[in-house]
């Protein structure tokens, strides 16, 4: 018996403008903090800010697209990639690397808070995922601060190269 092939295209659930902006703008300016701290470029926020403001709005934009879920992730990941090329005119390869480790650790911290919070809050998993705050507060307060780190980390190995 053959049966026909059906396509199977999951949406991504929707999410209201204004939460999405509160969630995936302070994500995105974390991100690219990330990304400029293992850049080993200083954290220079009048860059950072407007290009974090600008990816929320591409990510929400992306999210609205037909396309399906792990797909909208690889553009964004493609745009981010090519933002901060643009922006920095640091080699593509390292930038590529770069901001795919700022992914990786934002997908770890977000998976580990939500099994967390759905856990404590005996909640599913969905219902956890679809609020962006307070849920996406933790993995945002985990970019910043890896990038502050970095970043001093970076201006104190500079110091200490300085003094030899």
């Known amino acids: 018996m053959n049966l026909p092939h059906i396509p199977y295209t999951p949406e991504l659930p ?3 403008l204004l939460l999405f902006i509160v969630g995936a703008i302070p994500e995105s300016i974390s991100l690219i903090a990330l990304s400029f701290a293992l850049l080993k470029l200083k954290l220079d926020w009048n860059r950072i800010f407007p290009l974090g403001i600008l990816m929320g709005f591409i990510i929400y ?4 697209l037909p396309i399906t879920p792990g797909e909208h ?6 745009v981010y990639v090519l933002a901060l090329n643009l922006l920095t005119s640091i080699n593509f390869i390292r930038v590529f690397f770069v901001v795919l480790a700022g992914l990786v650790l934002l997908a770890l911290a977000e998976s580990a808070f939500t099994v967390f919070f759905s856990w ?7 219902e956890v995922m679809g609020q962006p705050l307070p849920f996406g507060l933790p993995q945002i307060i985990i970019l910043f601060t890896a990038a502050i780190l970095v970043n001093k980390y970076n201006r104190s190995e500079t110091t200490i190269k300085a003094e030899y």
């Not at 934009?61 to 609205?64: D, E, K, S, V, W």
């Not at 992730?73 to 493609?78: G, K, P, R, T």
Request: hydrophobic content about 55%.
């Open 61 to 64: 934009g992306t999210r609205l």
């Open 14 to 16: 929707h999410v209201p």
């Open 120 to 126: 404590a809050l005996k909640i599913s998993y969905e």
């Open 73 to 78: 992730i690889l553009l964004i990941f493609i």
